[in-house]
């Protein structure tokens, strides 16, 4: 089963306008982390927002949201007045067993969403 | 802002051949981390390094593979007798604590032919 999953490979959004990407994720632990990460077309990967299992509110980072819905193991990331320089792939990844010391910080992706930013 | 550099952004090495990937981690980070993007694909977990040894490693890390930390600064990753399939974005990461964020070098490409 996919730990996490992206269900949408492309989305557009009109400049200026909002955008919601999906994320979906399955875990049995308790204590875990949720990432964004954008990836332009030169390649490099840059960490947007995190939020902790534990964290009772959505973590915010300028532009950036993300809408965590813990019973529903959603964590969507929101784009708000969108520019030209976020299109981008957007991958959402997870990091199980925070809690534990043994955890080794490992994330698990998903397939990414592919944001297209029109003028 | 500290940043995890990677070298050589790009290698095109013949099958069969030795490749070395090179990152410096951010300095007071702790967590070292290598994943690998196949063009168009996710980004997979290849290994996981803390204190010297690895911690953890994934399916795809086999005996082609190995990392060394061989000073206070660099970390490299290995490989071993290239395969066409090695051709893969391959990015280098680190954290200061298993619980922290874990920041991405800019990629290093390897195209094998």
């Known amino acids: 089963a996919q730990k996490i999953t992206q269900t949408q490979p492309g989305m557009f959004v009109q400049e200026k306008e909002a955008v919601t990407l999906d994320c979906t994720y399955d875990t049995s632990d308790q204590s875990y982390g949720l990432f964004w990460y954008k990836q332009p077309s030169s390649g490099e990967m840059i960490f947007l927002i995190y939020q902790g299992s534990y964290d009772e509110q959505n973590a915010t980072e300028g532009r950036y949201s993300l809408n965590f819905q813990k019973a529903r193991k959603s964590a969507n990331l929101v784009i708000s007045a969108s520019q030209l320089g976020d299109s981008a792939m957007y991958f959402c990844a997870m990091r199980e067993g925070q809690g534990g010391s043994s955890n080794t910080g490992k994330l698990i992706f998903g397939q990414g969403t592919t944001l297209q930013v029109k003028p | 802002e500290p940043e995890v550099t990677q070298t050589p952004s790009h290698q095109v090495t013949q099958m069969g051949q030795e490749v070395i990937l090179r990152c410096v981690p951010i300095?007071?980070?702790?967590?070292f981390y290598w994943y690998r993007q196949i063009l168009g694909q996710k980004v997979e977990f290849l290994v996981s390094?803390?204190?010297?040894?690895?911690?953890?490693k994934s399916e795809i890390f086999d005996d082609q593979f190995s990392v060394e930390r061989p000073d206070g600064s660099n970390f490299t990753l290995k490989i071993r007798s290239t395969k066409l399939e090695d051709s893969a974005m391959y990015f280098c990461?680190?954290?200061?604590?298993?619980?922290?964020?874990?920041?991405f070098g800019e990629g290093s490409w390897l195209t094998v032919v």
């Open positions: 990461a680190s954290s200061r604590g298993h619980r922290n964020t874990i920041y």
């Open positions: 300095s007071n980070h702790l967590y």
């Open positions: 390094f803390y204190n010297n040894e690895i911690s953890e």
